[in-house]
T-cell receptor, first 111, second 112 residues
Framework: EDQVTQSPEALRLQEGESSSLNCSYT??????LFWYRQDPGKGPEFLFT???AGEEKEKERLKATLTKKESFLHITAPKPEDSATYLC????????????FGKGTMLLVSP | NAGVTQTPKFQVLKTGQSMTLQCAQD?????MSWYRQDPGMGLRLIHY???????DQGEVPNGYNVSRSTTEDFPLRLLSAAPSQTSVYFC???????????FGNGTRLTVT
């Protein structure tokens, strides 16, 4: 059974204070690992897909990295508008495989 | 493009009532799915479809029915609502099996 564990559950940062969110996973052959951002009252919004260990992707202040067991979402010099819940999901390689989501990390960035 | 549109945004039902949550996408995506999101549980897959006429069960399918008669629409039916079905429901679509999901903005359902 595929499993995704995200930590911490919640994180409070001061504006400009860099940090990382963790996504640990077990999956029977990884097809892809996805990061989403979710704002209150909205649906998740796609950020990144990572496919193989060592891969990195960046978007503005966000950088996602992948190893064989976990992924990190690094947030550099965050701003209050980065406040959201960040979700991690994995997709296994077999056939049409659905996503398994973690419970998310709620990030609050204070000015 | 509107993307994925869900209606209604909010709904209150009494136990035993039935209703249909609507989901439509205008991106010509083959893959569509329904998730529920509960506090402390994350997103859980209810049903999904890999094309018109083809549906399958996800992790938590009991109490829900789906059908896919067109590429655009994927309604979710609650036949006899129960308080345990109080949740936020999200519809999502993707163009291929490997593509990221595009989500709607959800339907918040309360069953009393």
């Amino acid at each position: 059974e595929d499993q995704v564990t995200q930590s911490p559950e919640a994180l409070r940062l001061q504006e400009g204070e860099s940090s990382s969110l963790n996504c640990s996973y077990t999956v029977s052959g990884l097809r892809g690992l996805f990061w989403y951002r979710q704002d209150p009252g909205k649906g998740p919004e796609f950020l990144f897909t990572l496919y193989s260990a060592g891969e990195e992707k960046e978007k503005e202040r966000l950088k996602a990295t992948l190893t064989k067991k976990e992924s990190f979402l690094h947030i550099t010099a965050p701003k209050p508008e980065d406040s959201a819940t960040y979700l991690c999901a994995v997709q296994a390689q077999s056939g049409y495989s659905t996503l398994t989501f973690g419970k998310g990390t709620m990030l609050l960035v204070s000015p | 493009n509107a993307g994925v549109t869900q209606t209604p945004k909010f709904q209150v039902l009494k136990t035993g009532q039935s209703m249909t949550l609507q989901c439509a996408q205008d991106m010509n995506h083959e893959y569509m799915s329904w998730y529920r999101q509960d506090p402390g549980m994350g997103l859980r897959l209810i049903h999904y479809s890999v094309g018109a006429g083809i549906t399958d069960q996800g992790e938590v399918p009991n109490g829900y029915n789906v059908s896919r008669s067109t590429t655009e629409d994927f309604p979710l039916r609650l036949l006899s609502a129960a308080p345990s079905q109080t949740s936020v429901y999200f519809c999502a679509s993707s163009g291929t099996a490997n593509s990221p999901l595009h989500f709607g903005n959800g339907t918040r359902l309360t069953v009393t």
